[in-house]
């Protein structure tokens, strides 16, 4: 099965790296920037002043997942024009289903004019690409399935 690899750093003001990989772990696009922090406001009015992972509101959890579908035309603000929603199915990424998390996805939006982490801004604990890179992403998904792991750097 081929493979969205996510890879983020323990300290999640550093950007991590994306990248697709072939069922023979030949990388088949990326990496590419992406970010996996929480804003700290955010998660703060939410209960979550830590950024827990495993709880609401924290940052991306680390784990296994599913894509639950691709979605276009995506309408909600800050999230570009596609998102790809994550079912967590290992790892914090269950637990944090467990725990109440939804409306995890890979997503862009806020990314290209100049965030303060490498131009990418923080999310409600999604992982958020570039626009450009979210397009491209896409693009080699198409029908194929995915595992997605998200793993330490």
């Known amino acids: 099965m081929s493979k969205i690899l996510i890879t983020l750093p323990a300290d999640r003001t550093q950007v991590g790296t994306l990248q697709v990989l072939a069922d023979d772990g030949s990388t ?6 992406c970010l996996g922090k929480s804003d700290n406001e955010l ?13 609401p509101y924290g940052d991306t959890p680390l784990g296994d997942y599913n894509p639950t579908s691709t979605l276009g035309g995506v309408t909600v603000p800050d999230m570009g024009s596609v998102i790809v929603p994550l079912n967590g199915i290992a790892g914090d990424a269950l637990t944090a289903m467990e725990n109440g998390r939804s409306g995890l996805a890979i997503h862009a939006g806020r990314g290209d004019d100049g965030g303060p982490y490498e131009g990418l801004f923080p999310t409600d604990g999604c992982v958020r690409v570039a626009q450009i890179d979210m397009n491209n992403l896409v693009s080699y998904m198409g029908t194929t399935t995915y595992q997605i792991s998200i ?3």
Do not use: E, I, K, Y
């Open 28 to 33: 088949q696009f990326g990496p590419v920037m």
């Open 151 to 153: 793993v330490p750097a």
């Open 43 to 55: 998660a703060a009015a939410h209960g979550n002043p830590t950024r827990d992972s495993t709880l």
